[in-house]
RNA sequence: GGUCCAGUGGUGGAACUGGUAUACACGCAGCACUUAAAAUGCUGUGCCGUAAGGUAUGUGGGUUCGAUUCCCACCUGGACCACCA
């Protein structure tokens, strides 16, 4: 038995003394950059699932250092946004000091579990010194087109008083608080990240680093689609319909026309609809609903007919009706598309519903379609003029070549993602740096005025007015124009929590600088970050954003490389004992700080490491957590009963060096769960060697070796042996033990040998025994024997180093 | 509906590139130590069977000397997206 308490904050101690965890800048060293996704410090504090992620970069950077790496592994603070500001307003205190509070509150919960952040490095977006360079950013996108204001209707959480991101949505819910969002017309500041988009994608491939599923889920968050857009003539219109469709060899089936409610063609056409009542209360209906019910995939898809208007397919000249419809989204493509009710699931529907005609184009190759619904498929063209005949892919291509000549369409490719809307009608965030004149416009602030502080208020509550509760401080808004004098206004909306999480991997490299966003001569030396951990939550928001910014940044030359994370690894969430996500609601949530009490910051690492594949989910089981425990007391008490062996026992001395050179590849790959095995079947096989003999298995040597290996997992015990067997300095300023490739080589193997693919015996034989040797052996086995009397050998199988199959009948 | 992932003992999970399935740990059972309990140590532990052996990685097929691993179909669960034309 070791006493935890004593012996981690006796260590926790030293390590803050000497310095320990400073970032080593040795000259002549290979960098190691390893981050976790900074949190936001909410009031509830953290569960145990929280420093998962902690503890495994923690891990790898104390492995890092020990392999000789300058090793740059730092923590802040993502303060300002949403969750801190609503907590404040719930628990009525400030939201500085209530955020200020909650970060005390975490770094002393991170501190017990004897991570090895640079404190001297930490950051916090709240900070003016900071966020004055998000703001400086956004002055750069601002110069270069990239942020524009816009009136589009964006969504709106009528709960939190603010206008939100698409990325910002869970179904249609304010991720936040769950409320349902509307769309609200709006004037809005928007980040232009569509013309990021190709590159984002593009760029995946580059990310070898990153695993596949995240990959995935960016390249449909960015939702790429090639098609053609087309030009539908209006008769009884003065213009022409464009629509978007990825199957234009589906156009000789197109029907009719669908425009969305909110089409600005449907604007232009006001004077007509005056004498539509139907259409007039279509679109009222449809602008009073939301997106929620909108988007309802269950209920009957509704529309109405522009009497009198017809478009003309460019190709066979037929006249089409024109609808407007709510299934059709305005923020995709053209807001209108050709409707092929053969070809399409929606347009089937609605085509059914209002009796519309159905024309087959395509036929299936091989089966047969069936009428009672749409032929969804590519196959062979019909019924459609001078491409009949030709299989769909080589009919898009054939067809949008006319469409060009015709000069009625063209190629196009369309995204699913969308501009990011980035100005929030709320307190707690950097103000956006922009001047209304009345004279002049939209004005940046001076690059020199930077940071525009954001001021203190009387009450920081949403005000629901579009403004944020910064318009009520007349003095700090009403401001002198910088280019003519006259009056002008401050920007009152303020950045949204995402912005200033874009970068602040790049603050920990050069933490005070006032003169640029980042030194570029360090920047080259620490970036890009080699390895990067966080939660899978942000592969579609946080991820997406911070790529987008950072090639903005390498665009502008602010940086040297246009990825900013060459590895990246999600944690999987530690549930509550019940299988549900932790969380005050159920009564499930499990304290670190109790657990690192009653069994040690130590063994809570090591069960945590061991539970599972780091990337999956697991439920909690604070049983599990005597199994890390036990295993920890069995090497101290190695370390107590160590008697150094005359001789080494070779088998121990092999398994120990096996365990060096998995631990070592384990870590890296992040299977720590398999690295904890092997140390505990090591731990196991020197106990069991202990109590047979009076004497160690291993040398002082070979021990010190095993407690290096160990020290990552369990720091603060590793360093009170290593103390104990006499060492001055400390373990992490030894070096990781390098493996002895002789010794790990078997010299004699189970080989194994089977009978038509069943298990009948294992020899013990030389690891590089030859066929007929291994083959004479086995014929030699009385279960062999046994199992080969009276059948014939038909031939062998034979796999050096590992088995014998004998195939008889 | 789309995209992706997963399914192995009572439980968490392991298994390299197709080559001894169930490592390691929890739990459970028995034993030792103890007045007793806890702690600790030892032994056992997929299922059927006294054993020999048989059988087992969601289900059903296939490829193979050999399949948890590869292929096809299905079932179940999860993640993300979702009227994206």
């Not at 067809?399 to 000069?407: Q, R």
């Amino acid at each position: 038995m070791y006493n935890h308490q004593t012996i981690e904050k006796k260590w926790q101690k030293i390590w803050v003394e000497t310095g320990a965890h400073k970032t080593g800048v040795a000259k002549g060293k290979p960098k190691y950059y390893v981050l976790d996704m900074f949190p936001y410090p909410s009031g509830a504090g953290l569960h145990v699932g929280h420093p998962k992620g902690y503890i495994a970069t923690d891990i790898l950077a104390r492995l890092k250092r020990m392999q000789g790496y300058n090793v740059l592994h730092p923590m802040g603070w993502d303060a300002f946004g949403l969750p801190a500001e609503n907590y404040a307003i719930k628990n009525k205190l400030h939201p500085r000091k209530a955020t200020e509070k909650n970060i005390a509150t975490f770094k002393k919960q991170i501190n017990l579990l004897g991570l090895s952040y640079d404190w001297d490095l930490e950051i916090s977006t709240i900070d003016p010194a900071y966020y004055k360079w998000t703001q400086w950013a956004f002055l750069q996108m601002w110069k270069k087109g990239l942020a524009y204001e816009s009136f589009e209707p964006i969504n709106w959480c009528p709960s939190c008083k603010t206008g939100l991101a698409n990325e910002d949505l869970e179904g249609g819910l304010c991720e936040r608080c769950g409320s349902l969002v509307e769309q609200k017309p709006m004037r809005q500041w928007v980040l232009r990240i569509t013309d990021y988009a190709e590159r984002l994608l593009n760029d995946l491939e580059k990310l070898s680093g990153w695993e596949e599923t995240i990959k995935e889920m960016q390249r449909n968050w960015i939702g790429r689609s090639e098609g053609a857009e087309i030009d539908f003539a209006v008769i009884g219109g003065d213009r022409s319909i464009k629509v978007f469709t990825t199957r234009l060899d589906t156009i000789f089936g197109c029907t009719y026309i669908v425009l969305a409610p909110e089409n600005s063609l449907v604007e232009a056409l006001q004077d007509k609809i005056k004498n539509w009542p139907a259409v007039k209360r279509y679109i009222t209906e449809t602008k009073n609903k939301t997106d929620l019910q909108r988007t309802d995939l269950n209920k009957a898809k509704t529309g109405v007919i522009l009497d009198g208007l017809t478009a003309i397919n460019p190709f066979d000249k037929t006249a089409v009706p024109i609808f407007v419809a709510d299934y059709v989204l305005n923020s995709y493509g053209t807001g209108a598309v050709m409707a092929v009710p053969a070809h399409d699931i929606r347009d089937f529907e609605f085509a059914k519903k209002y009796g519309l005609r159905i024309k087959t184009v395509i036929l299936p190759v091989n089966d047969i379609a069936q009428e009672s619904e749409a032929y969804l498929a590519d196959g062979r063209l019909i019924l459609s003029g001078e491409f009949s005949g030709l299989d769909s892919a080589d009919a898009r291509v054939k067809m949008v070549d006319w469409l060009e000549n015709n000069k009625t369409g063209a190629r196009k490719v369309n995204y699913k993602i969308k501009d990011w809307v980035f100005s929030r009608q709320r307190y707690w965030g950097e103000p956006i740096p922009i001047i209304h004149c009345a004279k002049c416009g939209v004005v940046p602030v001076l690059e020199s005025e930077l940071p525009v502080v954001l001021p203190e208020v009387k009450s920081y509550e949403p005000t629901g007015t579009g403004e944020s509760p910064l318009a009520a401080i007349k003095d700090w808004v009403n401001i002198k124009c910088p280019k003519c004098g006259g009056p002008a206004k401050r920007e009152t909306n303020t950045m949204p929590q995402w912005g200033g999480s874009c970068w602040y991997y790049l603050r920990y490299i050069d933490p005070n600088n006032n003169k640029a966003l980042v030194d570029k001569k360090l920047e080259k030396y620490w970036s890009p970050v080699d390895f990067y951990v966080g939660g899978a939550e942000h592969a579609t928001r946080h991820l997406i954003y911070a790529r987008f910014w950072h090639k903005f940044l390498f665009d502008i030359g602010a940086v040297n490389y246009d990825e900013p994370f060459t590895k990246l690894r999600q944690v999987g969430l530690i549930m509550g004992e019940d299988g549900r996500k932790m969380s005050k609601r159920w009564g499930n949530v499990i304290n670190p700080d109790d657990i690192a009490a009653r069994y040690g910051a130590d063994a809570l690492r090591v069960y945590e490491m061991f539970m599972g594949p780091f990337e999956q989910a697991v439920n909690w089981n604070t049983n599990g957590l005597t199994g890390a425990r036990r295993f920890l007391e069995k090497i101290e008490k190695l370390s107590v009963t160590f008697v150094a062996p005359e001789k080494e026992d070779e088998e121990a001395l092999s398994l120990l060096h096996k365990t060096i050179k998995k631990v070592g590849e384990d870590i890296e790959s992040f299977n720590f769960n398999t690295a904890i095995s092997a140390l505990m079947i090591l731990a196991n096989k020197l106990t069991d060697y202990n109590n047979q003999n009076n004497y160690s298995s291993v040398s002082s040597e070979s021990f010190f070796s095993l407690l290096k290996i160990l020290s990552p997992f369990a720091p603060h015990l590793a360093e009170e042996i290593w103390e104990k067997l006499g060492h001055k300095k400390s373990i992490f300023k030894s070096s990781w033990p390098e493996y002895d490739p002789e010794l790990i080589k078997d010299k004699t193997i189970n080989l194994v040998v089977s009978v038509n693919g069943k298990v009948r015996a294992t020899l013990e034989v030389p690891v590089d025994i030859k066929e007929a040797d291994a083959l004479a052996l086995a014929l030699q086995n009385a279960n062999i024997k046994k199992w080969l009397e009276g059948k014939e050998i038909v031939k062998n199988i034979f796999v050096p180093g590992k088995l014998l199959n004998i195939v008889v009948k």
